[in-house]
């Protein structure tokens, strides 16, 4: 009898151990996580992470699990509830066709916390809930019916799931039932609603508090007993068929999955924005700086770019809340030429001057974009065309945007970046969390880490 692909997945995940990564998943990890805790930190000190907080919290804090950036405590399922959305509420967490270290991370710190798990075991469950979190979204990317079914948070409940069930340490047979409980009661794909929809973008766009509540709660009922469906990604009732998907390939989970690292694509973001719109904000730089243009000799700014930039809610020259700032790809582009704070993106939305540069911006379809993008979704090509108002006009081009890695980050760079984030929710703090993700498959206890981000 042909095993099921949840069985499959899962002698993976039992048999991989820390000495079985080579050497650049476990760097790549490190700097995943310190972006992921950098992101949680800022996200930590918005109106909307505040929102989060009294939501959830109106009781007082009852349990033992940190809340990033708050000396208040909760239970674990809070917890990583609070800390997910945080880590993607800046929109400013890592990507690899969703935001996959905003449903692994969290959950990794606060199940290591609860378990007194060691750094070397963080750093293992958290390689393989990537690994396998990403090659599940790759096989159910449905190319073909994309603008109907999209939300990550759906399939990277399966991240949550894995990192939490290796932490737990559930044998086989209880992480393919923690499998089939976590894709029965997944998050529907609804980022066509929550980004796409007439009323605009909204805090829950990616659903992944809810994706990583489901993942650990998933991997606790399967270690006390409770079975799933064994056959959650099988024949036509399988999970792709419940989430509305069709032309999927969960075959591409397997390739090459003993010899290459997925982690290792992960990008990172220079902006606290969607990542579709990083190419635009850097040929707009790049065109400015290169020709030494002040902004007050602008008359009009006009990016050539995919086509999802030329509509909304990327086409909206004014948002009105936070988490359509993060789509609007003129406002985003007037608060990297005012060379605004990343933590005050979000918060000058009624900014005159911003709104003012915003006016001048101006997206246009460029039908070879898409068709290279629809090619390599890492590629999102953008070119800028700046007008001056002595009748000159300047240009520059980008292909693949700052953070990938193809255009990489450097390793001081995002630590500029986790200072930059974290300043105001730990003061000084910054450099002994950086040296201790750096260091961490020497820590016996993850709450050494934990315990200063409270």
Known sequence: MKNFLAEIIAKYIERIKYNDIPRAAIEKIKLCILDSIGCALGGSMTDEGNIVIKSLLKGGGQGSSTIFGHKIRTSLSSAVFINSVFTNILDFDDTYIGHPGATIVPVALNVGEFRNISGKDIITAMIIGYEIAIRIGIGLRSTVERKYVHGHGTWQ????????????????????????????????????????????????????????????????????????????????????????????????????????????????????????????????????????????????????????????????????????????????????????SPLEWCKNIMNSSLLEVARKVESRVDSNADNSFQNDPGKIPATAIVYIKNGKEYSNKVEIPKGDPRNPFTEEALKGKFKKLTIGALGDKDKAIVNMIMKLEKLENINSLTKILS
């Open 157 to 340: 409940v399966f991240g949550s799931t894995v990192t939490a069930s290796k932490l737990l340490g559930l044998n086989n047979e209880e992480m393919v039932n923690a499998l089939g409980i976590a894709g029965a009661n997944a998050p529907v794909p609804s980022v066509m609603k929550t980004v796409f929809g007439l009323t605009g973008p909204t805090i829950a766009k990616n659903n992944f508090g809810i994706a990583s509540e489901v993942g650990v709660i998933s991997a606790l009922l399967a270690g006390n007993g409770f079975s799933g469906p064994k056959d959650i990604f099988d024949g036509e009732t399988g999970f792709w068929r419940m989430i509305g998907t069709n032309h999927c390939d969960l075959d591409r989970v397997f390739d090459n999955l003993n010899s290459e690292y997925k982690i290792l694509n992960v990008a990172f973001k220079p902006y606290p924005c969607c990542r579709l719109i990083h190419s635009s904000i850097e040929a707009v730089m790049n065109t400015l700086n290169e020709n030494d243009i002040a902004l007050r000799d602008v008359e009009k700014i006009v990016i050539k770019n995919i086509s999802p930039l030329s509509s909304q809610p990327f086409s909206a020259q004014e948002p009105k809340n936070m988490t359509e700032a993060q789509f609007s790809l003129p406002y985003v582009i007037a608060c990297a030429i005012r060379n605004i």
